[in-house]
């Protein structure tokens, strides 16, 4: 079983950064790839990056490529998302989620375990 929390959502201007952090519980997270999505009002939940185990495999839609980074802390348990250019597209509920694999998972219903959400919005 694995616990999810994220943080480091907020408000921020066109053009600004944020870094959303995700905590994980459990002595295994070195075990789990890791993912972000985002769900905008009225929209499905979609794809947003992933991480394998070791952080040696990452992928990003093609939305955020070039302007977010994923990153891990396997010692610190946690996975984090560096935003940079934001953009009032990008504002929507971030989740994390988790998969216990040694390879990388990018959809939605592949994952086992997601966090409450941290909510980003972007003003002009």
């Known amino acids: 079983q694995v616990q999810l929390v994220e943080s480091g959502g907020g408000l921020v201007q066109a053009g600004g950064s944020l870094r959303l952090s995700c905590a994980a519980s459990?002595?295994?997270?070195?075990?789990?790839?890791m993912g972000w999505f985002r769900q905008a009002p009225g929209k499905e939940r979609e794809f947003v990056a992933a991480i394998s185990w070791s952080a040696g495999n990452t992928y990003y839609a093609d939305s955020v490529k070039g302007r977010f980074t994923i990153s891990r802390d396997n010692a610190k348990n946690t996975v984090y998302l560096q935003m940079t250019s934001l953009k009032r597209e990008d504002t929507a509920v971030y989740y994390c989620a988790a998969k216990r694999t040694l390879g990388v998972v990018t959809a939605t219903r592949q994952f086992d375990y997601w966090g409450q959400g941290t909510q980003v919005t972007v003003s002009s």
């Open positions: 459990g002595r295994t997270f070195s075990s789990y790839a």
